[in-house]
């Protein structure tokens, strides 16, 4: 499975964007990962193969909204309020192993990963 990111870009505090992560194929769970200059990889949201079933990070809960379509193997991950240090680069991943929570919040457990979306909040 490959999977495309998009939609990242410069942002002023307060505003909005929206990315898209599409599969090649069909994927159990779908989330996006993290990880601004210096710091590891970290968690953001996951969504299950329901589409109702989902995950988010403390940090970004109220905020930001994960959907997918299944007709079309994409994700959608729909961030409001953003906040300065929301910056980072954003990454699509995947699994089709059936996860329990805990271990969809570690980047090692996915199998599929997208090239990378820059998201900069300026202040």
């Known amino acids: 499975v490959q999977l495309q990111a998009s939609g990242g870009g410069l942002v002023q505090a307060g505003g909005s964007l929206r990315l898209s992560c599409a599969a090649s194929?069909?994927?159990?769970?779908m989330g996006w990962f993290r990880q601004a200059p210096g710091k590891e990889r970290e968690f953001v949201v996951v969504?299950?193969?329901?589409?109702?079933?989902?995950y988010y990070a403390d940090s970004v809960k109220g905020r930001f909204t994960i959907s997918r379509d299944n007709a079309k193997n994409t994700v959608y991950l729909q961030m409001n309020s953003l906040k300065p240090e929301d910056t980072a680069v954003y990454y699509c991943?995947?699994?089709?192993?059936?996860?329990?929570?805990?271990?969809?919040?570690?980047?090692?457990?996915?199998?599929?990963w997208g090239q990378g979306t820059q998201v900069t909040v300026s202040s």
């Open positions: 969504i299950q193969w329901n589409g109702r079933t989902t």
């Open positions: 991943a995947a699994t089709n192993q059936l996860l329990p929570s805990g271990y969809l919040l570690l980047p090692s457990r996915y199998d599929y």
């Open positions: 194929g069909r994927t159990f769970s």
